[in-house]
């Protein structure tokens, strides 16, 4: 069974930073696509930020230069490094490894940016 350790969500101001960073285990990590998934309150799930196996990126339209992606195969880890938070960003953000169609989820962290 795919297990996902996430981190680094909570609370900040807006303008504000915050990395999120995902652990899976279970898969044979470099060859998946991983990345992270937002869904905020009333709305659907969209992309944030995903990282193929050969270290290429895609970002949601919304980043704008704004967020960094990066993987680490010997740890099994994504991240994503997150500045000029809006108080749009608020969300749950949910990791996801991908291969070929098959898909994982981690259960999802609470980011929420508000003064």
């Known amino acids: 069974q795919v297990q996902f350790v996430e981190s680094g969500g909570g609370v900040v101001r807006p303008g504000g930073s915050l990395t999120l960073s995902c652990t899976v285990s279970?898969?044979?990590?470099?060859?998946?696509?991983v990345g992270w998934y937002r869904q905020a309150p009333g709305k659907q799930r969209e992309l944030v930020g995903l990282i193929y196996s050969g270290s290429g990126t895609k970002y949601g339209e919304f980043v704008k230069g704004r967020f960094t992606i990066s993987r680490d195969n010997g740890k099994n880890t994504v991240a994503l490094q997150m500045n000029s938070l809006k108080p749009e960003d608020t969300a749950v953000y949910y990791c996801?490894?991908?291969?070929?169609?098959?898909?994982?989820w981690g259960k999802g962290i609470l980011v929420t940016v508000s003064s």
């Open positions: 996801n490894a991908d291969y070929k169609g098959t898909a994982y």
């Open positions: 279970r898969i044979i990590f470099n060859i998946y696509t």
